[in-house]
């Protein structure tokens, strides 16, 4: 029998797999076993809290020159350890699921830039440098360039173990 093909687009995208998928999540988070995931999501929201100024500061040299924007080009969405991680520190949630076509600008994108919080954004929001930020950041000190890179680790890390944090509690 061949693979399942991959989808196309964003995963809960389809009519009424929105509500379906954070319901699922829903009992994941609110299940007892899910306890140290809750508070691995917690310190994570925490760590992407603390990024927020640093990223906000590379943004705010960058994005509002750039003839590329990747909140243009690229397609995001919210993906299981996204949803996993709104629903697990109890952050708002998105009333759907990003969908929106190529070529157009991400639904958040605002005048001023992101409507979101950034632990309300994917997480590819937060960790992804484009060749301009990189080449703005290589002007900043060590300690600054240190921390940056510093708590996007650590975000990462906070991350990873709170996915398996909550497999290994609902497993």
């Known amino acids: 029998m061949p693979p399942e093909p991959m989808p196309s ?24 076993a899910s306890s140290p995931a809750r508070a691995l999501a917690r310190q994570l929201a925490a760590a992407r809290r603390a990024l927020a100024p640093a990223m906000e500061r590379l943004c705010a040299a960058t994005c509002p ?4 924007p990747c909140c243009v080009r690229a397609r995001l969405w919210w993906g299981f350890a996204d949803l996993a991680f709104l629903h697990l520190a109890e952050l708002p949630l998105p009333l759907s699921q990003m969908a929106y076509a ?7 994108l605002g005048s001023h830039g992101c409507r979101l919080e950034r632990p309300l954004r994917p997480w590819v929001c937060d960790w992804h440098l484009c060749p301009e930020q990189k080449a703005r950041l290589a002007q900043w000190g060590e300690g600054e360039r240190r921390e940056l890179a510093d708590g996007l ?11 398996e944090a909550l497999v290994e509690g609902v497993g």
Do not use: F, T, Y
């Not at 190529?102 to 958040?108: D, L, S, V």
């Open 9 to 32: 687009g964003p995963p809960w995208s389809g009519p009424g797999q929105w509500p379906q998928a954070n319901q699922a999540l829903l009992i994941l988070a609110d299940n007892p």
């Open 65 to 68: 020159r750039c003839p590329d």
């Open 102 to 108: 190529p070529g157009r600008a991400c639904p958040h």
């Open 153 to 163: 680790e650590r975000a990462r890390g906070l991350r990873r173990k709170m996915v």
